[in-house]
């Protein structure tokens, strides 16, 4: 595989860069993460419109071997976009997008297969182009080149004659085009055009070819095992427990996501817009809520400091998993800006019973995820996260396990909830009602029954804390369908803006044309037909 630090010639439409040859960097990210990686780009297209992204298996039409297809009807690329994107080390990304560091599309598919071809049409007031690019490992080694090149062609399309027309038709192009068929596998420039019959007015199309074998020789993506689903290869895990546990933990999420794509994507997200479907391989991706696997929920408010700043805020929903004692399943979901960063992450030693089955989710906007989104940035922040979910999850078990049937543990206040305590940050219900409307405070997994035990001498309190925790839940269910509803709202007037933008030049063209003709149009003026000037 190639580390490439591309330099961008606009002129020859051919990039060119020395390169590097290295296996490590991309033999490190994991299978389901890379994929992830090219999902979040068509995600962070939602804001231009897109509606889908299609993953499935499809055949090379040259040798027959399985090649990975993913199609989203976002905005497109035009071929200035399109240039660097495959340019590495050059983003575009807001620090809003998911996205944001813009080289997932070049190290995500370089680690699922040696080549990648990329289709993406674009349409800009009625002007629409279509482009073709090739990122091509094989082509590389075989003919021994000394500096990455990387063919593209363009075309646009010319509304007067209905017909494509290439761009910077030439040498270049001609050259280009000619790489592309013999290295891609489409054996001409019809077929290339061909694949975008699917693509509509924008969108982009994502073909990695030559996928890698693993170590024994098989191919590391297992489309065989479920026609639903893309599985990893060697990355199923056995639990080594008693029967009952371990039916419980190789089915349970917390062990599926690591050789299921579907059940990874089910929890990529903690929410996307009704209008976005994910799709992987016919079927749509139906997100999955980890809070809903929980019993005896309780959230803990968070507010970390760096020095005499606060950094942000942060709600954990914590509670034991439904199956427990049963499952030997823990750790936290840690989510940054909407998107799963750490997934179970395990903050204690689980070597003996105290805390067991205790999960939380949470987002930390207030953390720098690395640039694969593996994980975070090892920051004094992080450092303090780690801690407090640590502590956290002792408390949790400590005034809690007795619950699912192990010794209460004796501590120094015997019987009191988490949510009672004062130490170390322990939340306020009414008050973290009151900020999460204040600040926009985001409560990762609120939307599921929630529990509290109390100690006999606080019933008559405990009790009211139930009742405040129903009503923040309703109150928390009602800001979350009026955010979906104004994401759906924005939505709808992007595509009405762009809808008249079209209407006002289909408009503006037809006029023109009925002027060139010497036409008139007659407007009744009382009883007098005066003519348009134009």
Known sequence: MIIMAFLLNSTSQILETTCMFTLSSFTQMQLHITIAELIDNAVDEIQNGATFVFVDKILNPKDGSPALLIRDDGGGMDPEAMRQCMSFGF??????????????????????????????????????????????????????????????????????????????????????????????????????????????????????FNLWFNDDGNLELDFNSDPEDIHIVGDIKKIDTHSASKIVNEGHIANRFHYSLHAYLSILYLRIPESFRMILRGQVVKLHNIADDLKYTEFVLYRPQCGSSKEGVSVTTIGFVKEAPKGN????????????????????????????????????????????????????????????????TWEYWDYHCHLIGYCKRSTGDPGAPLNKRKTHGSIDLHKMKRQAMQENVTVAGCDQNVLTTASPTDQTVDQRIINLMEVQKKLLKECLKYEKAEEELNL???????????????????????????????????????????
């Open 91 to 208: 983003s575009n990304k807001s620090k809003i997008a998911i996205g944001q560091y813009g080289n997932g599309f070049k190290t995500g598919s370089m680690r699922l297969g040696a080549d990648v071809i990329v289709f993406s049409r674009h349409q800009n007031n009625m002007k629409l182009t279509q482009s073709i690019g090739l990122l091509s490992y094989t082509y590389l080694m075989q003919t021994q080149q000394d500096r990455v090149v990387v063919p593209m062609v363009n075309y646009k399309f010319d509304t007067s004659t209905g017909y494509l027309e290439r761009l910077n038709d030439g040498e270049h192009f001609r050259s280009n085009l000619s790489i592309l068929l013999h290295w891609s596998p489409y054996l001409s420039e019809e077929e290339l055009l061909k694949l975008f019959d699917d693509i509509g007015n924008h969108g982009t199309k994502i073909i990695i």
């Open 329 to 392: 399943i823990h750790g936290f979901n840690v989510y940054h800006k909407n998107r799963l960063i750490l997934p179970f992450w395990k903050v204690v030693n689980y070597t003996n019973t105290r805390g067991r089955g205790v999960v939380g989710i949470l987002q930390a906007d207030y953390l720098e995820p690395t640039h694969n989104k593996q994980d975070f940035e090892r920051t004094s922040l992080f450092q303090k996260l780690e801690l407090r979910l640590k502590q956290m």
């Open 492 to 534: 709808k007037v992007t595509q009405l803006r762009r809808k008249t933008q079209e209407a006002k030049h289909e408009y503006d063209t037809l006029m023109a044309e009925v002027k060139s003709l010497g036409l008139y149009l007659w407007e009744e003026n009382g009883s007098v037909a005066v003519p348009l000037v134009f």
